[in-house]
């Protein structure tokens, strides 16, 4: 008897284990469950299917603006569409209960994704966020250019393009565990409940349009409803850079992504123009920029939130499909009976109520600058030979000063070219000439530096500009009565009775690729070798002057990277670079 009743009661308990009634999307194929209970619905579905989401106050990157979470505008405490369990439903491998109203399809293991993504506004920041975010189409322009501009992260990145100029890259990884979604196209058969909370606080909407009631409603319940969810993990490494050196790295690293713009920056002719377009397109797998800012995820093994949406309008939710257990509303006093005959007009205020939202909220529109720099002039100090029209116009001074060189006077020798735009007195047997110098490191925070090519300047303090050689030429000026002089800032070197002038250069590219520099006004640079470096936006004209030093024991001396071609036959000729700006019709 003992052996029967124990029996029995495993038999009892086989049985409790099964689930009753039918199991829709079930595989009766499958094997029955031996392994124990299904698993509880996860929180992902359980708490988010059929709730309010605000889209103003919302952002699918989570809440907290340094480690993500749970997307701040799902209204996990105002249920909209009512979820229910009394038919006992299993995903297709038994795994999880579901409720009745949601088809979820779990997977064994996550697909991964990976992707690159760049961003440098908060337009282009929403557009990227926006993938993990799908409206219905009868909603999906309303809130285009104010979404997410309430939330925490917006409002961080808004505040880094704008006080910190950043260009934004990061690195995403998702992995998809699944997803689940309500089954809005048998609503109306199932006749699938509303909460009841939503119920009442629907059916006491004015039929005449208050704007202040709607607007209360729309910030209680959201702005939309969550119908779709993906399960699963998402994480991101975020990086920044100033727009400055964005420009930069995109000028070296990205070909034809930048171009070469005149007459759109106030103040500068010059500027670079960056084709965000061709930037991603041509961005390699791998190649990143900028510095880590920060590391965040959301979701995750027991899939306890979405890491995607989709979501129905407001308005969508008073549609007749939803109201199918209206006349129980009415039973439970949630509704009047002349509701439902003035739902169409409570809808079309709604609708109204979701286009005015935005506004009233006092939302901005999404907006991104234009990713462009003015063609400034290169860090460091240094020194060029001044032009007949004056020294460049810049947003800071030139320091200005110059040099008499008392060349030989028996037979004297020297010679120039026709035209020659130095500024100076230019005789056969001496000369003076007129120099422009850059003192101060930065002058800006445009971080433009010296490009690889073929050209020299004059050193100005102790260390050539980054990237450029260091020499120098020695002028054996006149032994006999010399009357060498000079005033003013000039570049570093020797001045007494001999001339001795240090040089920075640069001989690490072709003079025929164009370098970048300021397009405002002439300026000069020196030769490295036979060419003219060429500039974008600037002609050239090749100009020369040669010294006729000392006769009698000649000391003319050249060394390390010098100017071209300096120590000649005992006398110093050097080879100039006249630049002047083409005509807005020939860049």
Known sequence: MLSYLALLCVF?????????????????DLPDITDGEPLPTPTGIRNFIGVGYNIIDGNPEGGDI?????????????????????????????????????????????????????????ETYVEKISVDMKESGRVKTIFSKHKFSKSSR????????????????EDRTVCNMGQARYRSELAMYEQYPLDTGFVYSACHLPLTYDEETYMQFIDDWGTHVVTKVDLGSKSTVRFAESREDFVHFARTEVEGSVTFRTKIITGYRGALKVDTDVFETGLSTGQKFGSHLSNFTSGGDELPEPIAVELIGMHEVFDKDFWQQYSDYIKRRLCTVDWMSNK????????????????????????????????AWPKGTYTLPKPIYGCPNTHFTWAEGWRFHDTEDVAPGNYWSDPLHLSGNFKKNDMDRWFCSKTVEEQDIFNWSFQSGQYCVAKK????????????????????????????????????????????????????????LPVDEPFFLLKVNHQCQEVVGMTYTEEYFRWDTNDQGNDDLVFGTHPYPGDTDNNILLDFCYYEPLQDDDV
């Open 12 to 28: 009892t308990n086989l049985v409790v284990a099964v689930p009753t009634g039918e199991l829709p999307d079930i595989n009766d």
């Open 66 to 122: 340094y480690l993500g979470g749970v997307d701040p505008g799902l209204l996990v405490t105002r249920p909209i569409l009512k979820l229910t369990y009394e038919e006992n439903q299993l995903t297709s491998d038994r795994e999880y209960i579901v409720p009745d109203q949601v088809l979820f399809s779990p997977r064994s293991s996550c697909v991964t994704t990976e992707t690159q993504q760049t961003f440098y506004g908060t």
């Open 154 to 169: 917006y409002e961080e990145i808004n505040r880094g393009v704008e006080k910190n100029r950043y260009v934004y890259y």
């Open 344 to 375: 169409d007009t409570i809808q079309l205020n709604m609708e109204m109520a979701m286009n005015n939202y935005a506004d009233w909220r006092g939302a901005e529109e999404t907006v991104d600058p234009e990713i462009v720099i003015p063609i």
């Open 461 to 516: 303090g102790s260390l050539c500009p980054k990237g450029l050689s260091e020499g120098y030429v020695f002028w054996d000026d006149e032994d006999t009565g010399n009357d060498n002089a000079f005033a003013g800032d000039l570049p570093s070197g020797q001045f007494d009775h001999n001339t001795r002038i240090d040089y920075c250069c640069r001989d690490d590219g072709f003079a025929s690729n164009p370098i970048y």
